[in-house]
């Protein structure tokens, strides 16, 4: 994978596209200064190729935003950002079924759900606290197809959510403050790993990532220390 700074986004790639995207363009999320979300286009997918004649190898196009999701309002511990509006737009997740794009909006302690073909606004779920289904600072989500789940890491409450992908109800919660196993210290990312049925979670905060079952979410083994 082929990676070139840009001022607006972190970095941008050219050669692949966001994991989960494949049939759709594919979106990318900026600097979480920018407090917004920027939706590409692919041209290599929808547009056609420019030929080098040396090379006779495709040369290609950088790709074009057709939209953003969001603005430079900013939010605090006393102003919560309107619905549509993320105010710090952290962890991306497509689910490409639905044609959803699910949006970590650690500022607002809730996740927001955008339309990916227009950008238009869905639904929203969370709220600040610290009961389940409460956030405090969520930072990483994954869609979990095979149990309809919405997995998400509660960075400051020290855990991973589990949501309903079709109702979007709170269904449980896992993990707590700690450094022993399935507890975590401001946990970050998170992915899911079909082939071997395994969720895994950035455990920032214990310098490890953890290794859980995909179908219960018991402990399996940690890398790192």
Not at 6 to 21: D, H, I, K, M, Y
Not at 103 to 109: L, M
Not at 156 to 184: A, P
Request: charged content about 20%; aromatic content about 10%.
């Amino acid at each position: 994978m082929t990676y070139q700074r840009n001022e607006q986004f972190r970095f941008l790639p050219l050669t692949s596209s966001l994991s989960g995207a494949s049939s759709r363009p594919f979106a990318l999320s900026s600097p979480s200064y920018n407090h917004s979300i920027h939706h590409l286009s692919t041209p290599w997918r929808n547009q056609p190729f420019a030929m080098s004649s040396k090379t006779a190898k495709p040369i290609i196009k950088a790709p074009r935003i057709k939209f953003t999701i969001g603005s430079k309002q900013k939010c605090s511990s006393t102003r919560i950002t309107p619905s549509g509006q993320p105010g710090v737009a952290n962890g991306l997740a497509f689910d490409k079924e639905q044609g959803l794009l699910f949006v970590a909006d650690s500022c607002n302690d809730r996740v927001q759900v955008f339309s990916s073909d227009d950008g238009s606004f869905v639904t929203k779920f969370g709220s600040f606290g610290t009961d389940k289904g409460q956030f405090l600072q969520p930072r990483g989500i994954a869609i979990d197809h095979e149990h309809e789940r919405i997995l998400v890491s509660d960075t400051n409450n020290h855990r991973v959510q589990v949501w309903s992908l079709r109702t979007y109800s709170h269904l449980l919660s896992v993990g707590k403050h700690g450094s022993r196993e399935r507890q975590f210290h401001h946990p970050r990312g998170i992915a899911i790993d079909y082939r071997r049925q395994r969720v895994i979670v950035v455990d920032a905060g214990n310098n490890r990532l953890q290794f859980l079952s995909l179908k219960d979410l018991s402990f399996l083994f940690a890398v790192g220390s």
